[in-house]
C-alpha cells in the first residue's frame, strides 16, 4: 500500500472517529420520532461515510442499470461483503431497513443503534417462522415506505 493510501486511510479513520460519537448523540435523541423521521437523520451518517470515502479515499462507485431502480419501496437482495454496501446502499436505496439475525441487536450501541431503524429480526434457526415474520414485517415496512434490504447468503 502506498504511503498516499495509509494517509488517506488514516485521515477518513480519524474522521470517523470525530464524527460518530456526536452522531450517536444525536441517533439517541431521534428515539421519540417517527420510523421515517428518524431513519432519514440516523441514515445521514452512512451518506457523510461514503462522501467522506469518495472525497477523502478516492473510492469511486457507480450503479449500472439505475433507470431499473423503482421510485416506491422494493425489496433488494444484494451479497453481503463488506461494510461499504451496508453504507452505499443506504445512499441508492432510501429509506430502507434490513432482514438482520436477532443477535446483532444484542450488541451493545451497535445493535442498539440498529434496533432504532426498525429491522426485521429473525431467528434463523426458527425457519418458517422466521419466514411469516419477514412476510408480516416486510410487508409493514413497505406500507411505510421502507424498503427492504435482504443479504440472503
Not at 26 to 34: E, Q, V
Not at 134 to 152: A, D, K, N, Y
Request: aromatic fraction near 10%.
Amino acid at each position: 500500500m502506498s504511503c498516499s493510501a495509509v494517509l488517506r486511510s488514516a485521515a477518513y479513520a480519524l474522521v470517523q472517529l470525530t464524527v460518530t460519537p456526536p452522531y450517536a448523540l444525536i441517533a439517541l435523541a431521534t428515539f421519540p420520532l417517527a420510523p421515517l423521521a428518524r431513519y432519514r437523520i440516523i441514515s445521514s451518517w452512512a451518506r457523510l461515510m461514503v462522501w467522506c470515502a469518495q472525497h477523502i479515499c478516492g473510492i469511486r462507485y457507480r450503479v449500472l442499470g439505475v433507470e431499473n431502480i423503482p421510485a416506491t419501496a422494493c425489496i433488494i437482495l444484494s451479497k453481503h461483503e463488506s461494510a461499504w454496501e451496508t453504507l452505499a446502499l443506504q445512499v441508492i436505496f432510501p429509506p430502507q431497513v434490513w432482514v438482520v439475525k436477532r443477535e446483532l441487536l444484542w450488541v451493545p450501541f451497535f445493535g442498539w443503534g440498529l434496533a432504532m431503524l426498525s429491522p426485521i429480526a429473525i431467528d434463523r434457526k426458527s425457519g418458517a417462522r422466521a419466514l411469516r415474520q419477514t412476510l408480516e414485517q416486510g410487508r409493514e415496512r413497505l406500507q411505510q415506505g421502507f424498503s427492504i434490504v435482504i443479504f440472503p447468503e
